[in-house]
Structures are given as C-alpha cells and as structure tokens.
C-alpha cells in the first residue's frame, strides 16, 4: 500500500504524537510498504520520508503548548501534497486539531483513518470542533483512540460507539540496541516539557527527601525551566541537560537508576512508560488514568498519589533501596513493554488501512 501518514505538530519539537508518527511509518516500511509522513518542521526534516509542510507556531492546549501549522500556506502545500501523493490511504493523527489535518480531512482524496490521542479537557477539539461539527467526523472511514480516556474525550464532541482502541506502541528492538549511559551512582531520569502538568515541580521537591548521593537528570525545556532552575540553585545533584537527541534521551533512560514520570495529568496514554520498561529501567510515576493504562502499581511501575512530593520520593526511595524490587520492576517491565511493540501496532493499522479501502467511499 501507499500509504500517508498526517501529523498536526511540528516534528522538530519533541512529542508523543510525533514520536508515534514516526516510529509506526518506520514499521510499516518494513513490512513492505511505502510510507510519507506529512507534517511541519521549523527545519530541515528528522528523518527521510517526509514531507514537510511549513513552519509552526504555538497553540495553547490541554495545558500545554502545541507546535501547529493553521497558516494558509501550510494548508495549501497539504492539499497538493495529498492529491499528487496519489495515496492508498491517508491516516489522519488528531485530525480534529487545527491546521493541515482539518484541511486533509475537508479535502479527502481517498480512504482515511483518524487516530484520537488526546484526553481530558482539551481545547483544540471544544474550538474547533463546534463548527466542524459530526459531518467532519463521518468523512473518517475507521475511527481510532489510543486509549478509553482519549476514546472519551473525543466523545465527548461526538458519537465514539464505533471507535477501536489501539494502544500506543514502543520501538522495543530499538531499545534494545541502545548503550547506556554511564553514571556515578544512583540517578534518577526525567524527560518531558517544563510545564505543570508533567509534574517536575513536584520531583524537585520530592529530591529533598531523598539520599544526598543520588543525582537527578532533568531533560526538555519550557515555560517553566528558568523558574524551576532557580528554585534548585545550590543543588549540585540536578543535571539540567536541555533538549536531547534521541539517541542521547534513550542512553540517559537505559542508564538510569530508575525513570521517573511525575505527571499531574493530561496524558492520554503512558507510552513514555513503555520506553523506559524497554530500556530496562524500574519505573515510578504517577497513578493517574494514562499511565494506569501501562503500569500496574507493584506489578511492573511504583506508582505515586500524583502532586504529592512525600509519595513520591517514598517510591522512588523505595526503587533504590531495594535492588531485588527494582529488578523484579525491571522483568515485569519488559513482558509488558513487549505486548505493545510497534510491529504489533503496524500490523493492526495495516487491517484497518485495508477495512477503510474495502469501503470505497467516494473521494471529496
């Protein structure tokens, strides 16, 4: 199959739909089939395969800052690229979510797939979805969330009873293959936008509970990076490392003592739980609805009341005093990271593809 691939944010910044984009085109091409990835970038493309559509701009949402493309330009150069791409299928990541997933969605030129990530109260969808309305919504043949809180939310501005749930996925032979990076004791990894609900406050303030030996690694950028770093000042165990490769981000993970995730909500699905069970490190993070979807407290995750310091350097106290805890988390972990392989994921994508195709619906 031919076989296109829409992502609303930019794939030069850093993100959970991004990466899913990505990792499943990857997939698909090995199993055979060709696979562009259309979406902005504010630079040269991450990788091959892709088309890019222009530059973004931020968009506040979901208590966050999205990386979109609404410009006109961005919405023309969409519209030539999904006629003259001459696509089997065109599978739409939010394609309620303003900007060149909206315009694909409008214009349709064949069979279309729509993946719902979002959860909790989302903007993007309460603004945009008003005057789009369910005429939009019914131009997707096969209507997917990556989990029932994203299910949910996306019902919440339409009828979600023939909606599938697929799970996100995690690239495991990729992580498999990762060299760890070395460190000088006990560490403890978090990654994610320097915003509220991801929750680093609340692992700052939780590190004063913890052992003097144990540093933290803190990757990404945000709104919040200057205050939070002048909040730490003194504090010689917190590395403040910026934006990361990808490379760099998943060495960090695989070398780490345990991967902390302090989310206070907002995450529709804990695929970056996943990752680090993949790279083999123990997991603590929060008990809240998307990383209950992936870990189970004691099972293969510690997970912590969320915006509480004293739970959750109780956890993490717990993962690093406790060697035959962590490897126990670290077993576990990697059963459940294997269930949610990207090769899995590409091959429920390819029936649906296939589903979708067999409906023949007219084009426009």
Known sequence: MRIGLVCPYSLSVPGGVQGQVLGLARALRRRGHEVRVLAPCDGPPPEPGVTPLGASIPFATNGSVAPLAPDLSAQLRVMRAVWDEDFDVLHLHEPLVPGITNTALVVKPCPMVGTFHASGDFSAYSSWLRPLGSWAVRRLDVRVAVSDDARSTAGVWFDDDDMLVLFNAVDTEAFARVTPHEAEGPSIFFVGRHETRKGLAVLLE?????PQDVSLWVAGTGPLTDELQAS????????????????????????????????IGGESFGVVLLEAMAAGTPVVASNIPGYTNVGTHDRNALLAEPDDPTALAKALNAVLGDQALAKRLVVAGHQRANAYSMERLAASYEQLYRDAMARTPAAG
């Open 206 to 210: 939780a590190m004063k509970q913890l």
């Open 232 to 263: 730490t000042v003194g504090d010689d165990r917190i590395e403040w490392l910026g934006r990361l490769s990808d490379a760099e981000r998943d060495a960090r993970m695989a070398g780490a003592t345990v991967f902390c995730a302090p989310a």
